[in-house]
């Protein structure tokens, strides 16, 4: 990776080693402008947050002016997503492209404030003080959430925009729903949860690819984007990688270094474990 004198991530790229190599890192010099705005009057919006993703990972985080105003250097060409995030606004987001190392300006538009609203309870009745929630849109994933729950577990998330969600909700218990922002309170009551682990057979190496499909929902499973290089439910496999689930019915889908494809069934049991080695 290369960080700019600000800290601001440039490059990154991801190789494998087996002898001694040379890495050619061309900066590049492209751009990418624009401005948050909110409100009857289009105001700009100042200190927003804007981050900008390439290729399924995020590359920057900018912060605006007192004007609304962002500005993003040394960018490569290609297509872009843009997130603005402020203080009682819900989330807007925007396409941005570099092209020849232009790009046309961005305007991202801050709506009033919409929420996904929960009361939750632990298997045993009891409310959870703090969940972790993977929310993923449209086959993508976004980033986890940590929340506090009320006395009454009630929870209130702001940070999502606009639609319709999978949600996999991590307390001591665990619940794999689909939501809908902006929404009305919805009650749900976790469930225990269970291990899948994803291994690879002795002998195996390279970079195994695997993801989680929810039997019954016949969706994908949301995982830590962390476990992956992108956002799309794919998780990098070395060696054993333990997810914790909801007990209940999955299959997992694999890719080999080579290209070759499977699937396997997998039936997570409450509080145990189940092992998936990965090509057999």
């Known amino acids: 990776g290369v960080v700019s004198e600000q800290g601001a991530l440039v490059l990154q790229r991801q190789l494998t080693l087996s002898r001694d190599t040379t890495l050619e890192l061309e900066i ?16 700009g919006v100042a200190g927003a947050t804007v ?17 609304g105003a962002f500005s993003a250097r040394e960018l490569p060409d290609g297509s872009y997503r843009l997130r603005a995030s402020a203080p009682g606004w819900s989330p807007a987001e925007a396409e941005g492209a570099v092209t020849m190392g232009v790009g046309r300006p961005v305007t991202l538009e801050l709506k009033e404030e919409e929420a996904l ?7 045993d009745g009891s409310v959870p003080d ?6 993923a849109r449209g086959g993508r994933v976004e980033d986890p959430v940590w929340a506090a729950c009320d006395r009454e577990g009630r929870l209130r998330v702001t940070t999502l925009p606009r639609g319709e969600y999978m949600l996999l909700v991590q307390g001591r218990g665990q619940a794999l729903v689909r939501v809908t922002v902006p929404s009305v309170e919805t009650s749900l009551t976790l469930a225990p949860a269970g291990t899948l682990v994803l291994a690879l057979a002795g002998g195996a190496t390279g970079a ?12 994908v499973v949301p995982v830590n984007p962390l476990l992956g290089p992108g956002r799309d439910g794919w998780a990098n496999v070395e060696g054993r990688t333990p997810l914790r689930l909801p007990a209940g019915r999955y ?17 997570v049991p409450r509080e145990g474990s189940v092992t998936v080695v990965l090509g057999q």
């Open 117 to 123: 609203l929960l009361r939750l309870r632990e298997p």
């Open 51 to 67: 981050r900008l993703e390439h290729e399924g990972k995020q590359l920057r985080s900018l912060t605006t002016d007192e004007t």
């Open 130 to 135: 703090r969940v972790n929630l993977l929310p």
């Open 28 to 43: 590049p010099d492209g751009s990418l402008t624009g401005r948050v705005v909110a409100g009857p009057r289009r105001e």
């Open 251 to 267: 299959l997992v889908e694999w890719v080999s270094p080579r290209g070759e494809t499977g699937s396997t069934p997998a039936e």
């Open 208 to 219: 195994w690819r695997a993801r989680v499909v929810a039997a019954e929902l016949g969706a």
